[in-house]
C-alpha cells in the first residue's frame, strides 16, 4: 500500500511559479497511475492532471482545460515522486492540492475522475495573489 505526501505549496504572486511534489513511501510509484487534484474554499474538488502508470504504460497524460499550457505533469522514477510544475499561475489557482494514487494504469477519460483513485495524500496548500 502506498502512502503518499504532497509539499511544495506556499504563498505566491499572479504569474509566478511553484512545483509540488507528491512523495511516495510502501510502494513503486512508477505502478501507479497519479492524479492531482484540487480544492478552493466553497468550491468542489476538481482534477487538475494525472499521469497514467504500470506496467507497459505510455505515461498517458490529461490535464484540466484552464490549466493546459500552464501546468505540466512528470514522475521521477528514482525518486519514487511526481511533480505537478505550476507556471504564470493566477488567483483562481488557490486551492488545496491533493495528489493520489491507484496500481496499474487508467485510461485519459478518466485520469482526472477522483472515483479513479484509491490512495491521497492530505494535501498543501496553493495561495496566489493578484
Known amino acids: 500500500q502506498v502512502q503518499l505526501v504532497e509539499s511544495g505549496g506556499g504563498s505566491v504572486q499572479a504569474g509566478g511559479s511553484l512545483r509540488l511534489s507528491c512523495a511516495a513511501s510502501?510502494?513503486?510509484?512508477?505502478?501507479?497511475?497519479v492524479g492531482w487534484f484540487r480544492q478552493a474554499p466553497g468550491k468542489e474538488r476538481e482534477g487538475v492532471s494525472g499521469i497514467s502508470g504500470g506496467v507497459n504504460r505510455r505515461d498517458t497524460i490529461d490535464y484540466l482545460d484552464s490549466v493546459k499550457g500552464r501546468f505540466a505533469i512528470s514522475r521521477d522514477n528514482g525518486k519514487n515522486m511526481v511533480y505537478l510544475h505550476m507556471n504564470n499561475v493566477k488567483p483562481e489557482d488557490t486551492a488545496i492540492y491533493y495528489c493520489a494514487a491507484r496500481l496499474g494504469p487508467v485510461p485519459r477519460i478518466a485520469l482526472r475522475a477522483a472515483t479513479s483513485y484509491d490512495y491521497w495524500g492530505r494535501g498543501t496548500q496553493v495561495t496566489v495573489s493578484s
Open positions: 510502501g510502494d513503486t510509484l512508477e505502478d501507479y497511475t
